[in-house]
């Protein structure tokens, strides 16, 4: 009787002692809670053997254990020989046991895949993670520990994994000052003031999750770059960094300032022709190496909204890469150098705004069509970079909208290696409130056919099966490096991400870097199982609602092909009618061309044709308005407000059932969301709640203020079956948000 | 056996579950760890009687359940009717018991007091929490965790709180884009762009810290004040959080910024004698009392630094302050008026810093020595304010520096409430690096005796006993509204403070708000064994370093007097050089006053005669270099280098000295702190250690730019037997920190 009180109470403790604030991510290692599945691991697992004793080995080990001893909840033994239940680990230099399994089952695996494998030997059962080096059984742990949180069968496994892609890369638009541009989630988890001689706990949690999901790069600093993060007291800060992370796996890379030798090198040019800029950054190269001998590389961003580059010295984006990659080479680092380029110095015009008008001054090519300078740009340099320089595309050819078709840089640069750029920081998705699982969005580039002329085996010349994703593999082209980025969605506040579904979308990214074959759903379910709970119920619903979100939130911002259409500046709520930016293509009005005859940006060829820069295949998918599909509608063409659509519907009401719609799924996802409380937390069931609710009133005030306004051009009704908005459109125009977040200090 | 093996993995899971990373402050609500006393307490209490269901004792008696249940880890029963064992709280109103029990007693418990006494009734022993609010009885709740928490014995429980002081106030300098003005902690807590929608965790968090240690108010707004925090949006914002406060016996107030009027209000003027003016702000008034009932008041900066205020107008103090105070009066809120003013307009010339120059364009009071400058701008006002109006007083005459005499307005305002202003947030203690207990901070200015001619009833007419703590607890006066202000260091740091021991500051703050009598050392015992660990090998040694810190501080930064010599601007670090400020009184110069002579600044009849703005009594004490307390020697008295110190020590020798033993101090601290990590967890061991190497670094720094400065004029050596600077005087002055936290954007 006494000890069953006990029990209890022990139990209960168990039961009150943490709070789900969210910090933990999806590595939970909460105790099983399916009796028969935790008997079931128990019987097949009670202690590891782990051979070599490398920093990486050794933190592998640690979150072996700590992850076991969680999940299972019992005391897991460290054996020096191997044993029946135990996890036997190692490589091939650590292991002759690892050697002789690894090469008796001729696994490819390379520098970092890993297999996991039951097995009997000896009459003893084990479970084998190996890899050839220390990092792959790193990856293999956190494998392991992901199939026994999201509660999966280990009686035989057999399991290979390799990643896709090499450089697996977060970018961090983190200032020095600890304001986060486009951050949504507090300050900058670097604590520059305090490096190197605090390390925060953070950053080592930081490495776990990005280990657990095969991040292996971080870009410290933001792209709109300042050069002092490369003066001696800042590299030994950064140093500091590396050395937490190089357990992990994880190099640390910069963003290199192209104005840097004047500013902290007291030269008097930049100019990436001049024979002292170039030894300067060589130099320096050499100085950044003596503190990081590991260190990635460098991103640029160069001639780009006002940033310095080659152009400013009549120089091109290759002649500028390439002298970043000469400095680098030697240390085998890479020159990730950005194509979001769209220079300042051309279209200075509001007025003009159908037409990019060049500042008569700028050396630099100045597209008639924003949407069209990145290819612009580039194209004509393809095959002139070094081999260690990998040029970095967004996802679409403008900027991280809800949805863009692919860029058509992805089909266009055969002889380069190609970086594609998500955002997972939700600039354009609706910031800090906003539920938008962006998986669907990644695979929807990644899966794009670019039709481009490469040599697949098996359809050499035509093209099909030229995917985003094979482009970005390197499996199209077998370039020597490889690399995908995502900028990072991370801040200080408690739960890295501020919103928990955020959570989500740095999960994503993680997983699909590492195998863009995987499906989001799979990944959500994932997600979901090691993030919350097991219950099928709760996996089920809230599945649903991730895997809607994303169509959900284009609905009611920027259905049928619509872009760019937000508040300027901060990038906050809609903003159609903005017609006054500092240039052009800042404007709304310059995307949705609305006018008394229809809407739409035409990139036909009666238009920009910024359309003839796909592949042929491709332009026939789109060009044609009555074939087009309708999602990429306004994207491609300026359509009548009659246009018949294919639902019946004329095109004004057309995108009032979109808009619509759009406010009625996330009611929807409310809904749904409010029958899974007994499934969580209460302190994250509660957080999600709130922050649907202000959605939904983000959602009725884009819906609202964008059909207002274009009603303007079409003069057309509302269908009376809808609700009324309640406010005006003047309301919706006055509206100001001046400390929004993630712009110019506000946090 | 197997029973035996469960037993221990829940033990197991109980261990490894929840990471010691700072959040839950000193509400740790941990199993009593020691068996005897776990027994003992648990043979007291095992249920609890709560009666009344109001918001507040619906907290209250959560908190009461969670605190229990988790220290004494039973199930803690809600019981219906008084039990033996049983905690029975309640008010008169709730209770007929409770009632009966203060009416026998004849507590006089006022609307904030409580009683905390055992007792035997109807062969029940019972513990009883009484008051006669719903916020005595949360206090009352908070004091018996405490009791429980530091491991005090409830055998005889007889207590009687009442706090001394009535509104006890933090003051948040938190800008509405989530900065931090002298912020060391990462960004504010306060996500206005998620309000009201989202009410972050960590609000209500908040709010139990500060009940916990009586704090009843909270200023959500920087002192240099944005008029917006006054729009309905942000009222509304301002109403989410007041409604998760008033649980909690905490009211909001805003910073009001004196120019609003013009700058939301569209007026011409903001002149606090414009009838149109002052009916604003009644308006003004009127509209936050509809969204908060029981809104606080207001603080207002006028006048100082640049920030508008009345003599714009060319009208007092009085009259700003009393045109707030008329708008208020209506719903009872007060005016927290401050007294620090030193007025942009005055003092402009940077050469003649000797002499304050005023602007003749001013209307305002210059004075010839800016610690004189509050006192000559409020003494001719006293008396003149509303009865609703407090004046806010920083504890010295400067500006929070690491020692400053109390400010002599203290004991010149016999006419008017005064609140004490002391600085949480460590703007010149070191800010986030450094390991600063300020409880003896606090206490030397609270017990300093400023022998007003105040009508204490056993001393009339002498003033001996006029403590400043007895002026601000209007106990010399009678005042009818007290306060006590302290600026937080919070922010939104997994610990809320940065500096683990930078809660000890709060918590201090809190305690003697509530209590100035209690000593430093009971509240640092007190803090120790709730936030880390009740072994009294730990809590020896910590309190030791913690009762040491602040003098440690004071030696290696500013000793025997010396202020205001950090660098400009971040004031972080040493520039004692710094002479050529944007104003005379912004230069260290100005204040150390170092020449081939001496150093110190002459504030005597023969210099700027400050100190005649002390009592009589006063005066004497400092006026004498002879007699002077040595630690406010340079702060009165400009001395020879060769003058012979009470040590037998020249003055310039006495100085090194100081600095020395300072850094001496410092790593006796890292010495003692690396002597008790088997105490504690390993996570904050970590920190506190990795912070008290960056205070060796920063003392050392301090040390040898100071030294190495004022030799410069004192043109003596530094004595051979001391380690030589690493360093010589050019490598001090180049240091460069554009990217210190806490001062124009940067977190």
Redesign the interface.
């Known amino acids: 009787m006494k000890?069953t009180l006990?029990?209890?109470?022990?139990?209960?403790?168990?039961a009150?002692?943490?709070?789900e604030?969210g910090?933990t991510l999806w590595l939970r290692y909460n105790?099983v809670d399916d009796q028969v599945l935790l008997q079931q691991y128990r019987s097949k697992i009670n202690s590891i053997q782990f051979t070599g004793n490398s920093l990486t080995l050794a933190v592998a080990k640690k979150e072996m254990l700590?992850g076991l001893?969680?999940l299972l909840?019992?005391?897991i033994a460290d054996k020096k020989t191997i044993s029946d239940r135990s996890i036997v680990t190692g490589t091939p230099l650590t292991s002759t046991f690892i050697r002789s399994f690894l090469s008796e089952g001729n696994f490819d695996l390379g520098k970092e895949g890993f297999v996991i494998s039951t097995k009997k030997t000896d009459q003893k059962n084990i479970i084998i993670i190996a890899a050839n080096s220390d990092v792959g059984v790193l990856y293999g742990v956190f494998q392991l520990l992901r199939l026994l949180q999201t509660h999966q069968s280990i009686e035989k496994l057999s399991i290979v994994s390799i990643p896709k892609i090499q450089n697996r890369v977060l970018d961090h638009w983190d200032n020095?000052?600890?304001?986060v541009e486009r951050g949504y989630a507090?300050?900058?988890i670097w604590n520059?003031?305090?490096l190197p001689?605090?390390?925060d706990?953070?950053y080592i949690d930081y490495a776990r999750a990005n280990a657990s999901i095969g991040i292996n790069g971080t870009v410290l600093t933001n792209v709109n770059a300042n050069a002092?993060v490369l003066t001696k007291p800042y590299l030994e800060k950064v140093a500091a960094l590396a050395n937490v992370f190089r357990p992990y796996g994880i190099k640390v890379y910069l963003t290199a300032r192209f104005s840097a030798p004047m500013e902290i090198g007291g030269l008097k040019t930049a100019d990436p022709l001049d024979a002292e800029v170039q030894n300067w950054w060589k130099q320096k190269c050499d100085e950044i190496y003596s503190y990081i001998p590991d260190f990635g590389g460098f991103v640029i961003k160069a001639n780009s909204e006002g940033q310095p580059g080659p152009q400013n010295y009549g120089r091109t984006h290759a002649d500028g890469a390439n002298m970043f990659a000469d400095a680098l080479a030697p240390h085998h680092g890479i020159v990730m150098w950005r194509a979001f380029v769209y220079d300042a110095r051309v279209q200075k015009s509001t007025e003009n705004f159908g037409e990019g008008k060049a500042d008569p001054s700028a050396p630099s090519i100045a597209s008639s069509d924003r949407a069209k300078q990145a290819y612009d740009e580039f194209k004509p340099l393809d095959g002139k970079f070094r081999k260690n320089v990998l040029v970095q595309v967004k996802n679409g050819p403008v900027d991280f909208q809800p949805r863009e078709p692919f860029s058509p840089l992805f089909g266009a640069m055969q002889h380069t290696p190609l970086i594609i750029e998500f955002q997972l920081t939700q600039e354009y998705l609706g910031q800090?409130?906003t539920l938008v699982y962006e998986a669907p969005l990644f695979k929807e580039c990644l899966d794009a056919d670019t039709y481009s002329k490469a040599r697949l085996n098996d359809t050499v010349g035509q093209g099909k099966g030229s995917t985003v994703a094979k482009v970005i593999d390197g499996s199209l082209e077998n370039y020597p490096a490889t690399a995908i980025a995502g900028v990072a969605n991370i801040g200080?506040?408690?739960n890295w991400t501020g919103h928990p579904f955020g959570q989500a979308n740095w999960y994503a990214f993680g997983r699909l870097a590492w195998d863009h074959a995987l499906s989001s759903e799979q990944i959500a379910e994932e997600w979901l199982r090691q993030t919350f709970s097991n219950d099928q119920h709760f996996v089920i619903g809230t599945k649903k609602i991730m895997m809607m979100s994303r169509e959900t939130m284009v609905n009611y911002m920027t259905p049928l092909g619509l872009h760019h259409i937000m508040g300027t500046g901060f990038h906050y709520g809609p903003a159609p009618w903005v017609d006054n930016a500092g240039r052009a293509d800042w404007n709304p009005v310059y995307y949705h061309r609305a006018d008394s005859a229809g809407i739409g940006f035409d990139r036909t060829v009666t238009g920009s044709n910024a359309i003839s820069q796909y592949a042929e295949e491709v332009r026939k998918q789109w060009e044609d308005v009555k074939t087009c599909d309708e999602k990429y509608l306004l994207w491609f063409h300026h359509v009548s407000w009659n246009y018949k659509m294919k639902s019946g519907r004329t095109l004004w009401n057309e995108l009032c059932y979109k808009y619509y719609s759009g406010v009625d799924s996330v009611r929807w996802m409310q809904h749904t969301w409010n029958g899974l409380k007994k499934y969580i937390d209460e302190?994250r069931f509660e957080?999600v709640k709130?922050?649907l609710?202000?959605q939904e009133?983000e959602a009725v005030w884009w819906r609202n203020a964008c059909l207002l306004y274009f009603q303007t051009w079409s003069k057309m009704p509302i269908p009376a079956s809808y609700e009324k908005p309640d406010h005006d459109l003047q309301y919706y125009k006055a509206l100001k948000?001046?400390?929004?977040?993630g712009n110019g200090?506000?946090?």
Chains 1, 2 share one sequence.
């Open positions: 000890k006990l029990f209890f109470h022990l139990l209960f403790i168990a009150v002692a943490c709070a604030d910090y105790k700590n001893e969680g909840a019992i005391p020095l000052n600890r304001t507090g300050a900058s520059w003031h305090l001689g605090y390390i706990k953070r002092m800090a409130t200080n506040e408690r302190e957080q709130m922050l609710a202000i009133k948000f001046p400390y929004a977040p200090g506000n946090l």
